[in-house]
């Protein structure tokens, strides 16, 4: 007697296959069970898996993001008090300092979260597609054979483009900067507008904006991170009495700090120097103001400012560089003059 079916028998591990077998008797009817259901249930399945672990990983992510907004991880600065009741007890009032602190927490947190879960998402498709392309029946072993080979030639061939993830990896980990940071890259300096992994866009003074590679930054000069100093430069003319002037810019930064319009905005008392340097008509004297942030240049201005109005009332000259301007009659009158007197 012939066998009524010679179909493949069902595979291990395939149990509706094996249900449908024991249930009807025709291998036929079975495996096509299997292909129609089995095959997609288990595809389904691994896709669950997959869009739990990633919903589960992106969950812990997201926690540790809010703990790192909160200051958890290590700051160079005091975090900012969440909430009136916690400002009460404190007996702090929030400061544009601690508001910038904190958004700059806030923006660094969100970023290195926005990379952990690519990275997560990324590993988790890979994983689970190629154990997709296994239930379907395919050899995975060329597949991930395949992938290395041209892993290794996009290496090679894209080592620019490597470079650069590599590069915005560690400049976001470590922080050098973020958005809405005035920085000095070396080709371009303006405020940061987008950081990304791959590229830098920020916008100078003239409004260009400048798309700079993060591989390509040898060097970065962060103009507002954490505190700034506006550096005021005075010049007088050298018959001033230099302690006189000395004491009046210091009681002019000392009122700018008392000041309750720049409370928060100047973090330190200001330190007159004293004399910086000699030129050709004055002396130079130096005001050292720390700032909040990005605020060295607004209070610079109002430092001078008052300087400006104080001098004048005390009657102290700024010099202004002085020039002589011959004309031709002049100069021709002075000639005739020394040709016509007598030598000695």
């Not at 900012?80 to 007996?91: E, Q």
């Not at 997709?132 to 030639?153: D, T």
């Not at 100093?229 to 009122?255: C, N, P, W, Y």
Request: hydrophobic share 45%; glycine share 8%.
């Amino acid at each position: 007697m012939f066998p009524l079916e010679t179909t493949t028998p069902c595979a291990a591990g395939e149990q509706i296959c094996k249900a449908t077998m024991e249930i009807t008797g025709n291998q036929r009817l079975a495996n096509a069970s299997d292909l129609l259901i089995g095959k997609p249930l288990a595809l389904a399945g691994l896709l669950v898996l997959a869009l739990a672990i990633r919903w589960v990983l992106h969950k812990l992510v997201d926690r540790l993001v809010r703990r790192a907004e909160d200051g958890v991880l290590p700051s160079r600065m005091p975090k900012l008090p969440r909430g009136a009741k916690a400002t009460a007890a404190r007996g702090a009032t929030p400061t544009a300092r601690d508001l910038v602190t904190a958004t700059r927490r806030v923006q660094r947190a969100k970023t290195m979260g926005d990379l952990l879960k690519s990275i997560i998402t990324g590993v988790v498709v890979a994983i689970i597609g190629t154990m997709m392309l296994s239930e379907l029946g395919l050899n995975i072993a060329p597949i991930i054979a395949s992938a290395g080979i041209i892993g290794l030639a996009v290496g090679f061939g894209a080592q620019s483009l490597v470079k650069d993830f590599l590069s915005g990896i560690f400049m976001i980990f470590e922080d050098q900067y973020g958005v809405g940071d005035v920085v000095d890259v070396g080709e371009a300096s303006g405020v940061i507008e987008a950081v990304s992994l791959r590229v830098t866009r920020l916008r100078d003074l003239n409004g260009t904006v400048w798309y700079v590679p993060n591989g390509a930054i040898m060097r970065v000069g962060n103009m507002s991170q954490n505190w700034s100093r506006a550096v005021v430069d005075i010049s007088v003319g050298f018959g001033e009495d230099l302690a006189k002037v000395q004491r009046i810019m210091t009681d002019v930064a000392h009122d700018l700090w008392e000041d309750d319009d720049f409370k928060g905005l100047i973090i330190e008392e200001p330190e007159v120097t004293g004399v910086e340097a000699f030129g050709p008509e004055s002396v130079s004297l130096r005001v050292l103001i720390k700032t909040a942030p990005m605020e060295q240049w607004g209070v610079a201005r109002e430092m001078r400012q008052r300087i400006k109005a104080r001098f004048d009332h005390e009657g102290i000259e700024i010099p202004l560089p002085q020039r002589v301007v011959w004309h031709r009659e002049e100069k021709a009158a002075q000639a005739a003059e020394e040709a016509a007197t007598p030598a000695d």
